[in-house]
């Protein structure tokens, strides 16, 4: 928001305090040294008031000091509480930036100063150097000098505190300020306005909460709104930004709320959730956008820890594509479990490097897989006698298989690398875990594989094949697959493009307007992976729950309006941001689907279902990937299309991906 668009009421408090910001910049630009010079000369002289306000209100007279008594009260009063002041700390301090421990030593020095005054003048009165309780030494001095020494040092410091943390009045104009308001009055909300009031970029202008009973009353200074009052509240106070802070609501009450503030132009922000707030306070820069799981507004399945825990604890777990998104979340949540060894195998150095670092900081940090021993290790699951090395030395109870190509269009262009990768590694790693009695190997799949038009979802389809056939064969291994939409956040994820696109200014671009996904977080997903891997007896391609699917037009405008933004079109050409319809990618599909057929039966979890779809014996899908081998080294994509054709059902190709 700039000046121009504030109300005239707050813009003509602005030249009121100019020279007040003036003597602010002033003080702050002195040296350190100068400083403490400053505030232990106003302490004296506070000292000093409050010794003669101790007699005027004792006498009920005007007091002048013309007694040797009184001339030892005027000294021993500032003498004793600087000295309390130095010794605790209290002149080391940053008025910007203190807070209520400030006041604590304040006190402490002040019951110092008492203890000292009653003391010293009983050692005086007992030497006959005073008259203790006299007109000229009443004992009341001993208990009002410290409170009134209190009271003014103590406001003093309030004073400054406001005026050198901005003395940002809440009808002072603007235009670097983020004008918010806080929607929840509860203890993340008394946190988040502590956290806000030493930044230079936030202004707290009030509260939000729908409990009728705090509406209309104030919170150290911040008066309490009503939801409905935000119609006239937003424009006369110039608000920009909301911060939500209500971790203990579900994500559907969160949903409701957000899309009710939707239809305001403001900024909604986010605190962490409840278990990041345990720690019982909150920095600046804990304020973020909202989570994905916001913007979709559909409840997290709840994970069975039996499940989870049950094929991982204190066995000897390998996963392929560590590194990646998926792969990557499934070795945070298998650490949980306290596997004795997990093996983390993938093809790029640098994302191997990243999540074994990561994991040992875990491990360091004593969160939890204090037990388990993490070995990463280079290598495509393409090469036979890698993966075969592998398994001979680690002997993996079982395999989590996410190593994949899955980006569509790099996949279209290269799709004998994408069918090498996706199938080929895959019956590599297959034969090998038999080879190495492995116990349980799960893959994971994706929608993409039901009906594919693109060669990455036949590729995932054909994987999937694979290990149905191998399934058939008495083997040690039990073989399943999980199948599962888009997960956001991953590589390729469009809310985090959509958030760039945003910051840039847009165009937010998206394929087609009616485009639609599922969508998952990808702990979520990692969760559903592991429990499905615990139900397994052979065979079985496990669906994920994935809620119902999302039109991505929507949750462009949705992410635009949360942003405080409008949508730019023909009926807004003043619009800030601009969607714009770029056309559907080679393979791309306006719809994506998680079963061929229509019969999924039930499981153990309601959030995992079980898919039954046709597959080929193990000997004749052999010799069809022998043939579709042979068509890959000749280099025939005709031939590999056709070849896909035949064994993928559904399989309808993009003609434009054929050169």
């Not at 150097?129 to 009134?148: A, C, D, M, Q, T």
């Not at 003395?167 to 008394?190: D, E, P, Q």
């Not at 909150?282 to 820890?305: A, C, H, N, Y």
């Not at 409008?566 to 306006?590: M, Q």
Request: proline share 5%; with cysteine; aromatic share 8%.
């Amino acid at each position: 928001m700039v000046a121009s668009e504030l109300p005239a009421n707050i813009l003509s408090m602005e030249n009121r305090f100019k020279s007040l910001m003036l003597l602010r910049d002033w003080l702050l630009n002195l040296p350190r040294i100068y400083k403490q010079i400053i505030v232990i000369f106003t302490d004296f002289c506070f000292c000093l008031l409050a010794v003669w306000l101790a007699y005027v209100l004792r006498l009920d007279a005007f007091n002048i000091p013309r007694s040797s008594p009184q001339f030892i009260v005027y000294l021993l009063s500032p003498v004793l509480l600087i000295s309390g002041y130095w010794y605790l700390g209290v002149y080391r301090a940053i008025f910007r930036y203190t807070g209520i421990s400030i006041l604590k030593k304040l006190s402490q020095a002040v019951l110092f100063q008492f203890a000292s005054y009653a003391t010293l003048l009983w050692i005086l009165s007992r030497f006959g150097k005073v008259n203790f309780g006299s007109v000229e030494l009443p004992r009341s001095i001993l208990l009002v000098v410290p409170l009134l020494s209190l009271l003014l040092t103590g406001g003093a410091r309030a004073l400054a505190h406001s005026l050198l943390s901005g003395f940002r009045n809440k009808n002072l104009a603007s235009t670097h300020l983020s004008r918010l308001l806080i929607y929840g009055a509860g203890s993340a909300g008394m946190q988040a306005l502590a956290a806000i009031a030493n930044s230079p970029l936030f202004m707290t202008l009030g509260f939000i909460d729908d409990d009728p009973s705090l509406q209309g009353r104030e919170i150290h200074g911040n008066r309490i709104y009503g939801f409905h009052e935000l119609d006239e509240i937003i424009p006369s106070m110039g608000v920009s930004d909301v911060i939500l802070a209500l971790p203990s609501l579900t994500r559907i009450q969160r949903f409701q709320i957000i899309e009710k503030l939707r239809t305001f132009p403001v900024h909604v922000r986010s605190l962490p959730n409840i278990d990041e707030l345990a720690s019982g306070h909150i920095q600046i820069q804990d304020v973020k956008e909202l989570d994905i799981e916001d913007l979709l507004g559909r409840s997290t399945i709840q994970p069975k820890p039996e499940l989870i825990s049950q094929n991982i604890n204190n066995k000897v777990i390998l996963v392929t594509g560590a590194g990646g998104s998926i792969g990557g979340e499934l070795c945070r949540q298998l650490l949980k479990s306290n596997p004795s060894v997990l093996v983390l195998f993938d093809v790029s150095e640098y994302s191997l490097y990243s999540i074994e670092q990561e994991l040992l900081k875990i491990v360091l940090l004593g969160r939890y897989g204090k037990f388990t021993k993490i070995m990463p290790l280079l290598g495509s699951v393409s090469d036979q006698s890698r993966v075969d090395e592998i398994l001979f030395l680690y002997r993996p109870e079982v395999i989590f298989h996410a190593a994949a190509y899955k980006h569509v269009p790099l996949v279209e262009i290269s799709p004998f690398e994408g069918l090498k990768n996706n199938v080929l590694g895959t019956q590599v790693l297959a034969t090998s875990a038999i080879k190495h009695g492995v116990s349980n190997f799960v893959l994971i799949s994706t929608d993409k594989a039901v009906r594919p038009t693109n060669i990455m979802g036949a590729s995932k389809r054909l994987a999937e094949m694979v290990l149905q056939a191998y399934s058939g064969e008495k083997t040690r291994t039990t073989f399943s697959m999980v199948r599962f939409g888009n997960v956001l956040g991953s590589s390729g994820s469009v809310v985090p493009l959509f958030r760039q696109q945003i910051l840039q200014g847009g165009p937010i671009t998206i394929t087609d307007i009616e485009v639609t996904r599922y969508f998952m977080t990808i702990p979520e997903a990692a969760e559903l992976v592991i429990q499905s891997g615990a139900m397994a007896n052979g065979g079985e391609v496990f669906v994920l729950d994935m809620g119902d699917p999302v039109k991505i037009y929507d949750l462009a405008c949705r992410m635009i309006e949360l942003s405080g933004l409008t949508i730019k079109s023909d009926k807004n050409p003043d619009g800030d941001i601009e969607i714009k319809v770029i056309g559907l990618r080679p393979g791309e599909k306006l719809y994506e689907e998680l079963l061929i057929g229509d019969n999924p039966s039930p499981t153990q979890h309601p959030g995992i279902m079980q898919a039954r779809e046709n597959f080929l014996n193990l000997e004749d899908l052999k010799k069809e990937l022998e043939l579709l081998n042979q068509y890959m080294e000749s280099h025939s994509i005709l031939k590999v299309i056709e070849q896909l054709k035949n064994l993928v059902a559904g399989f309808v190709p993009d003609s434009r991906h054929i050169n």
